[in-house]
C-alpha cells in the first residue's frame, strides 16, 4: 500500500507563473514531510520541509502547506523558472524511525518559457 | 565539502555475479542510508547507519544483499547472485543531526543481464 501517494505524474506551467504540486498521505505517523528535487542523473536534492506542528513553511520562491485533516501536502514555486523543470518527489517520515523515508512516485515538472 | 560520492556510477553485470558499491558520506556525517529506485518509482528505504552501527533493515534487503560501514565513514552495499530484478538505481545519503534532511549522491545504476 502506498502510504505516499503523488496522483499527477506530470505539470506544465508557464514561466512566471504559480507551480503547484500536490502530495496526499495515508501513514497517521508521519509527523516530517520534506520535498526533494531531481535532476537527470543526479541524486534527489532536499528543496524544503515541514513538520506536522506547522500548516506552513515559506523558503524564497517555495512554499509548503500541510492540511494534517485532509492528510494532503502542497509545493508551491512561485515563480516558476525554466530552471525548476525537474521531479519533484514528496517524502514522509515517522518520528519513531530512524530517518526512514517514504517517497511518492513523483511529479515531473516542466516550466516552458 | 564534495557531497556525497557513489563509485562506481554505472555496472553491468550478468545475472548470478556478485556485484559491490560504494558510498562515500559528507564527512562530518554519521547517519549514513541506502535507497534503491526503480523505473517510476520513488526511492525506497533499504537501511541505515549510525557510525558504525547497522540499525535498521527493510524488509526489501533480502539474505543476497549486505551492507557496511567498518569504521564509520564509508559504506559498501554487496548484492550477491545478482537477478534481474535487482537492476534499479542504488542511492546513498548521508546526514547530520537532522535524520530527515538527507543529503543523496548521484546513485550506481545497476544493470543486470
Known amino acids: 500500500d502506498q502510504q505516499v501517494k503523488q496522483n499527477s505524474p506530470s505539470l506544465s506551467v508557464q514561466e512566471g507563473r504559480i507551480s503547484i504540486l500536490n502530495c496526499d498521505y495515508t501513514?497517521?505517523?508521519?509527523?516530517?514531510f520534506l520535498w526533494y528535487k531531481k535532476y537527470p542523473a543526479e541524486g534527489p536534492t532536499f528543496l524544503i520541509s515541514?513538520?506536522?506542528?506547522?500548516d506552513k513553511n515559506e523558503d524564497g520562491r517555495f512554499t509548503v502547506f500541510l492540511n494534517k485533516s485532509a492528510k494532503h501536502l502542497s509545493l508551491h514555486i512561485v515563480p516558476s523558472q525554466p530552471g525548476d523543470s525537474a521531479v519533484y518527489f514528496c517524502?514522509?517520515?515517522?518520528?519513531?524511525?530512524?530517518?526512514?523515508?517514504?517517497f511518492g512516485k513523483g511529479t515531473k515538472l516542466s516550466v516552458k518559457p | 565539502d564534495t557531497g556525497v560520492s557513489q563509485n562506481p556510477r554505472h555496472k553491468i553485470t550478468k545475472r548470478g555475479q556478485n556485484v559491490t558499491f560504494r558510498c562515500d558520506p559528507i564527512s562530518e556525517h554519521n547517519r549514513l542510508y541506502w535507497y534503491r529506485q526503480t523505473l517510476g518509482q520513488g526511492p525506497e528505504f533499504l537501511t541505515y547507519f549510525q557510525n558504525e552501527a547497522q540499525l535498521e533493515k527493510s524488509r526489501l534487503l533480502s539474505d543476497r544483499f549486505s551492507a557496511e560501514r567498518p569504521k564509520g565513514s564509508f559504506s559498501t552495499l554487496e548484492i550477491q547472485r545478482t537477478e534481474q530484478g535487482d537492476s534499479a538505481m542504488y542511492l546513498c545519503?548521508?546526514?547530520?543531526?537532522?535524520?530527515?534532511?538527507?543529503?543523496f549522491g548521484p546513485g550506481t545504476r545497476l544493470t543486470v543481464t
Open positions: 517524502a514522509g517520515a515517522d518520528g519513531g524511525s530512524q530517518g526512514n523515508l517514504i
Open positions: 545519503a548521508s546526514t547530520g543531526d537532522s535524520a530527515y534532511e538527507q543529503y
Open positions: 515541514i513538520s506536522s506542528i506547522k
Open positions: 501513514n497517521s505517523m508521519f509527523d516530517y
